[in-house]
């Protein structure tokens, strides 16, 4: 489920638990403040994810390029041969 759905279920939530209180009580601000804490856990741990599989792909692409310059360099020097 994306960030904005789980965003999305979540303010539903809230406004539904809403109508059956009475506006302003101090138990809707304590679900306020527990939904927006998930909200951005949620968001930092999708952050951190992304850029970790970000830097793995770059060191992948990396390792293949050095790889395929060191193969080049061997060819070379078996053709100068």
């Given at each position: 489920?994306s960030?904005?759905a789980?965003?999305?279920?979540?303010?539903i939530?809230?406004?539904?638990?809403?109508k059956s209180?009475?506006?302003?009580?101090?138990?809707?601000?304590?679900?306020?403040?527990?939904a927006?804490?998930?909200?951005?856990q949620?968001?930092?741990l999708?952050?951190?994810?992304?850029?970790?599989?970000?830097s793995?792909q770059?060191e992948?692409?990396?390792?293949?390029?050095s790889?395929?310059?060191?193969?080049?360099?061997?060819?070379?020097?078996?053709?100068?041969?």
């Open positions: 489920m960030l904005a789980e965003n999305l279920c979540i303010i939530l809230l406004e539904h638990s809403q209180e009475k506006p302003g009580t101090e138990q809707d601000e304590v679900k306020l403040q527990n927006s804490k998930q909200i951005v949620t968001a930092i999708r952050a951190v994810q992304q850029v970790s599989q970000e793995q770059k992948k692409r990396a390792n293949s390029t790889l395929q310059l060191e193969r080049g360099k061997l060819t070379k020097k078996h053709e100068k041969k």
